[in-house]
């Protein structure tokens, strides 16, 4: 199969960096939206990089049966999605999810067969400005999927950053393994990342966040050393670098610590691993969003 329509749902950060990279393939390019958001991207399109994209806009029901899908939502939004996922797959449908975390392949995958599913994950340090995205593209590292013939040949005709891996559970778990302890201390502070470099009691929480999520790792038989090394090409993040979860309680949103925190809790339950620091991570994040959703303004 050659892969001549592709679908984006989700037009975030990340959808962003795919939109960006497959404008200039010979394909049907859509991004998936409903209602008043649908009307909104049909209108003004997508800023990214201070360039407007405009792809198709469709609904689901538009585009059932393209040849890939894309993910890109958010993991809170995943539970509501699932049924205009299952109106987009058809039979032939391949379906990547770039989602953060190491389960929502499974979730999209017991809705539609996980036959469909292409595992992946994404790296790419893409931020919000006014009204559009903004991200370095010599700097991105880009994709991460498993070998697949049609999506290789597709991607090697676009302007994204990306590779095939043997051992994409592996690379998928030590991306897990990056925002869970580099996502979740700073969150709870408020601080930049310095704070990992600077502070031997932040140090503590991401070593004891860390030996956890390892220890469920190993528990499912997976090395994590097998995963390629390399994590930048070349761009240093400042101490003042704010990671998402870190934005999300800035911007008063709800966070996406039950794709972190809360999995491995979950999972810690399946395989009697006790994970402390990753409950109490946990539960105060969430306090925070209860905080920043007013509970506690009391009169």
Same mark, same amino acid.
């Given at each position: 199969?050659? /892969? +001549? +329509?592709? !679908? /984006?749902?989700?037009?975030? !950060? /990340?959808? %962003?960096?795919? /939109?960006?990279?497959? %404008?200039?393939?010979? &394909?049907?390019? %859509?991004? &998936? !939206? +409903?209602? @008043?958001?649908n009307e909104r991207l049909k209108k003004n399109g997508c800023l990214i990089n201070d360039v407007i994209y405009h792809p198709e806009v469709l609904t689901p029901e538009e585009a059932h049966g393209v040849d890939l899908l894309i993910v890109c939502l958010k993991y809170n939004a995943l539970p509501d999605a699932l049924e205009d996922i299952q109106q987009i797959v058809g039979e032939y449908t391949l379906v990547m999810s770039l989602m953060n975390g190491v389960d929502s392949e499974q979730i999209i995958?017991?809705? &539609?067969?996980?036959?469909?599913m292409v595992y992946s994950l994404i790296k790419v340090a893409s931020h919000k400005e006014d009204l559009g995205y903004v991200f370095d593209p010599e700097t991105t590292i880009g994709i991460v999927l498993e070998e697949n013939k049609e999506i290789d040949e597709l991607f090697s005709q676009s302007d994204l950053h990306y590779r095939t891996t043997s051992y994409i559970q592996e690379e998928i778990w030590n991306k897990f393994r990056l925002n869970v302890t580099k996502n979740l201390p700073q969150a709870i502070l408020g601080a930049g990342v310095g704070c990992y470099s600077d502070s031997d009691h932040v140090k503590a929480i991401q070593s004891g966040l860390k030996d956890e999520l390892e220890a469920i790792a190993k528990a499912k038989g997976i090395d994590m050393s097998k995963a390629d090394p390399s994590a930048t090409r070349g761009s240093a993040v400042p101490k003042t670098a704010r990671y998402s979860t870190l934005q999300d309680l800035d911007? +008063?949103?709800?966070? @996406?610590i039950d794709m972190f925190s809360g999995a491995i809790m979950k999972m810690g339950i399946e395989l009697n691993i006790p994970t402390p620091y990753n409950e109490f991570v946990y539960h105060i994040i969430k306090a925070m969003e209860e905080k920043n959703d007013g509970l506690f303004d009391y009169k």
């Open positions: 199969m050659t /892969i +001549k +329509k592709v !679908a /984006i749902f989700g037009a975030g !950060a /990340i959808g %962003s960096y795919c /939109i960006y990279g497959l %404008s200039k393939c010979d &394909i049907q390019l %859509s991004v &998936i !939206a +409903k209602d @008043e958001r995958g017991d809705q &539609i067969g996980m036959q469909h911007a +008063k949103r709800h966070t @996406e």
